[in-house]
């Protein structure tokens, strides 16, 4: 009896100490979620979006600059990694299904999505920065779409491994060639799945900072021309936020907040679309 | 027609075969950019001697990666102590005692950890955290710690909540949903026949997690958790916020610190004059070659277990 009770006795201790891992696990997400969505949102103000950082010790700075930039070497790269994701995770899916190399791609895409990010950074700036001889915006936006493509890749070659081989053989059958089969059954048959993948993908790259350190850098005024260094919010969160002015740690954490509230958004409409499409299908 | 579909067709192949192949290219690249650019730095201070010494001073050109490497593999480690338990904790949770349908979004939540920005970890970090560290965690930490001989001076310094102690923390905060929703996928694989034969010989519910679920799905959790160290090694803004920029090697735990990363991001933008900058292309060749071995280590697990 006493061997029983022994037993139950840690039964029980095994298993709250589970349940308080769990609970720890959620305290980190609300301590972390609240401390940034309190503070920032007292710093969220109109001129935040509206106007471009001033000297410290002048009221009224904003960081519309570093908006603008970051939207503008998002976009650039999402133009140039959504594409040739897209193109090679279809490559993995369809034409290399069965193929050995494609195996060994698909696992060194896995592995580059949790590479250092600054590795990335040192590399674009030695490929792109140097040559041209000052940072730039594009070169920011191509750390970005090396850190995009393994990510795509990956969920789009998940994605479409998920649509029924035999679809893709009543195309056949119609004498469709694959490119045609690839383009109007894979590719329809998956289009929420993919957008969904595509659009956390690009959320995820969109708030890194350390690919940016050394190719877009930074610059406290407004600039459209992506040839020149380019502010970002990331870099200026963390310029800001390591310097001494008690304004300029206001701004960081009002884009913080922004940031934070982005990915937020941008999850749970991704989790959304997802499990809309799960209940229909 | 058909001529004009075979065109379309093979530039279309053509052209996914070459975007698949830009993954190889990128990796074979970097690795030839970073050895190239770091050469004269390994051919100045060389593998072993660079890698030992802690001394890095620009102003007499000398430069060790000691310090920085130490940094590293030490908030790495600190950040698994705390991490693995904890995520050890909430997947045994999720698919052992929570209830059914709540288990969505409890999984959901800790993956929400994942997708909130390293920067935010790292603003969070200094303003929030590290003041509490400095004013209540640390100085109880030394209350406890300091009179026991050999633990002390693991605990010694002033604490200034800037520090490898600090790091390892936030580090083990961004961890726990890889190394959590990994153990989780494999705990669900563990056939059903087997749990059910340890309840029938009487088995109370941790003993079957402990002599079924874990052995079971062993390989799956330690890949888990070199995917993380594989992270942990190359997370830079978070770190940077907490971790200061000391070059030297500390024993305590209360002392600033550098990581590779750390050092790439304060220094390279100011390195100048060329021996300076291609040690930091050697640092960054070293947690290239160091996260590439860890994440290849974890993927050949993983593939093995599917097998």
Same mark, same amino acid.
């Not at chain 2, 959790?221 to 090697?249: P, Q, Y």
């Given at each position: 009896m ?18 308080f ?20 949102a ?9 106007n ?5 010790? @002048?009221?009224?700075?904003g960081?519309? /600059?570093?908006?603008v930039?970051?939207? @503008?070497?998002?976009?650039? &790269? ?10 090679? #995770? ?8 069965y193929?050995? %190399?494609? #195996?060994i ?8 999505t ?23 915006? %594009? ?9 995009m ?12 491994k ?10 056949? +059958? ?19 799945g ?11 790259v ?5 690919p ?20 970002? *919010? ?10 001494p %002015? ?18 937020l958004?941008?999850?749970?409409? #991704? ?8 209940k229909?299908? | ?10 530039? =279309?192949?053509s ?6 192949l830009i ?20 051919k ?24 920085a ?12 102590i ?8 909430i ?5 052992q @005692? /929570? ?17 909130i920005?390293?920067?935010?970890y ?7 955290? +590290? ?8 100085? !109880? ?11 002390? /001076?693991?605990f ?6 800037i ?12 961890i726990?949903?890889f ?7 494999? =705990?669900?694989l563990?056939?059903k ?28 959790? *330690? ?8 992270r942990?090694?190359?997370?830079t ?11 030297? @090697? ?11 990363s750390?050092t ?6 100011? &390195?100048? =004059? ?10 960054? =060749?070293i ?9 290849? *280590?974890?993927? !050949? ?7």
């Amino acid at each position: 009896m006493n061997l029983v009770k022994k037993r139950k006795i840690k039964n029980a201790i095994a298993l709250s100490a589970s349940v308080f891992a769990a609970i720890v696990g959620l305290f980190w997400l609300v301590f972390i979620l609240s401390s940034v969505l309190i503070k920032g949102a007292s710093s969220i103000n109109l001129s935040l979006f509206l106007n471009d950082p001033v000297p410290p010790g @002048i009221p009224g700075g904003g960081l519309r /600059c570093a908006f603008v930039g970051q939207a @503008i070497i998002t976009l650039i &790269a999402t133009l140039v990694g959504v594409p040739i994701g897209v193109l090679g #995770g279809t490559f993995l899916a369809e034409y290399g299904r069965y193929k050995k %190399y494609s #195996g060994i791609i698909s696992s060194l895409a896995d592995m580059m999505t949790s590479f250092p990010s600054i590795v990335v950074g040192v590399f674009v700036y030695t490929v792109m920065v140097r040559p041209m001889g000052h940072f730039n915006g %594009y070169a920011g936006a191509v750390a970005l779409a090396i850190i995009m493509i393994p990510i795509i890749v990956r969920t789009t070659e998940e994605t479409l491994k998920l649509i029924p081989w035999e679809l893709r053989e009543a195309a056949f +059958a119609l004498g469709a060639p694959y490119y045609r089969v690839i383009k109007d059954i894979v590719f329809r048959g998956a289009a929420t799945g993919l957008f969904t993948g595509i659009l956390l993908s690009v959320a995820r790259v969109a708030v890194e900072t350390a690919p940016l350190l050394f190719t877009s850098f930074n610059n406290s005024f407004l600039t459209l021309n992506p040839n020149q260094p380019m502010p970002s *919010l990331t870099v200026t969160i963390y310029q800001y936020a390591m310097g001494p %002015y008690e304004a300029w740690h206001r701004l960081a954490w009002g884009a913080s907040f922004v940031i934070v509230l982005f990915v937020l958004v941008m999850s749970v409409f #991704g989790r959304w679309i997802i499990s809309k499409r799960y209940k229909n299908g | 027609m058909k001529e004009r579909f075979y065109v379309k067709e093979g530039l =279309f192949k053509s052209l996914s075969f070459a975007s698949a192949l830009i993954i190889v290219l990128i990796c074979i690249a970097m690795f030839v950019v970073l050895f190239v650019f770091s050469y004269p730095a390994i051919k100045q201070f060389g593998v072993v001697h660079f890698i030992l010494s802690d001394a890095w001073n620009p102003v007499r050109k000398v430069f060790g990666g000691a310090g920085a490497i130490y940094g590293t593999i030490v908030t790495t480690v600190l950040s698994l102590i705390f991490a693995v338990p904890v995520s050890l904790g909430i997947a045994v949770f999720i698919t052992q @005692i /929570c209830p059914h349908s709540l288990k969505r979004y409890f999984s959901n939540a800790i993956e929400l950890l994942a997708s909130i920005p390293s920067i935010i970890y790292g603003m969070w970090g200094l303003f929030t955290l +590290a003041p509490l560290m400095r004013n209540y965690i640390e100085p !109880f930490l030394q209350k406890i710690f300091l009179p026991i001989p050999v633990v002390r /001076c693991l605990f010694e310094g002033t604490p200034l909540g800037i520090d490898l102690l600090t790091s390892g923390l936030v580090l083990s905060i961004m961890i726990i949903p890889f190394i959590s929703s990994i153990a989780r996928d494999t =705990f669900e694989l563990v056939p059903k026949e087997l749990k059910e034969s340890a309840y029938a010989m009487g088995a109370t519910k941790w003993e079957m997690i402990k002599d079924v679920i874990f052995p079971y799905s062993k390989i799956g959790v *330690l890949s888990g958790i070199i995917i993380a160290t594989g992270r942990a090694l190359g997370e830079t803004m978070a770190v940077a916020f907490v971790l200061g920029n000391d070059h030297n @090697i500390h024993l305590s735990l209360l002392k600033s610190s550098t990581t590779i990363s750390v050092t790439l991001a304060n220094e390279f933008t100011e &390195a100048d =004059f060329s021996l300076y900058l291609s040690s930091l292309f050697y640092l960054a =060749f070293i947690l290239f070659i160091m996260s590439f071995t860890a994440l290849g *280590l974890a993927k !050949f697990l993983l593939k093995r277990m599917k097998r």
